[in-house]
């Protein structure tokens, strides 16, 4: 079983930067892929990035893509979100989520793919 502790988040002006941290512990971290999803105030959590435990493979949702960059070190177990240009409606709790797979080129897009998840960290983007 993986545990995830994320860290990073915060107040922001538009434009801004931010990076976050996921720490993954446990037998399985360094064969999980892992992944970010956010959901703001009223709305459905959404997938944001993704990256394969080998660390080859990555995919963005659209609406990040060119601005956010994910990334792992595997030697810490430690996946990282770097947000660049953001913008207000990037404001939401962000989570990491974790999935074990005997692939290292898999990537996960949906939500119900992943079972392990971290508590989500807030990141408020200003006007």
């Known amino acids: 079983q993986v545990q995830l502790v994320e860290s990073g988040g915060g107040l922001v002006q538009a434009g801004g930067s931010l990076r976050l941290s996921c720490a993954a512990s446990g037998r399985t971290a360094s064969r999980s892929v892992m992944g970010w999803f956010r959901q703001a105030p009223g709305k459905e959590r959404e997938f944001v990035a993704a990256i394969s435990w080998s660390g080859t493979g990555r995919v963005y949702a659209d609406s990040v893509k060119g601005r956010f960059t994910i990334s792992r070190d595997s030697a810490k177990n430690t996946v990282y979100l770097q947000m660049n240009s953001l913008k207000p409606e990037d404001t939401a709790v962000y989570y990491c989520?974790?999935?074990?797979?005997?692939?290292?080129?898999?990537?996960?897009?949906?939500?119900?793919?992943?079972?392990?998840w971290g508590q989500g960290t807030q990141v408020t983007v200003s006007s």
């Open positions: 989520a974790a999935a074990y797979t005997y692939s290292s080129s898999r990537i996960y897009r949906t939500a119900y793919e992943y079972d392990t």
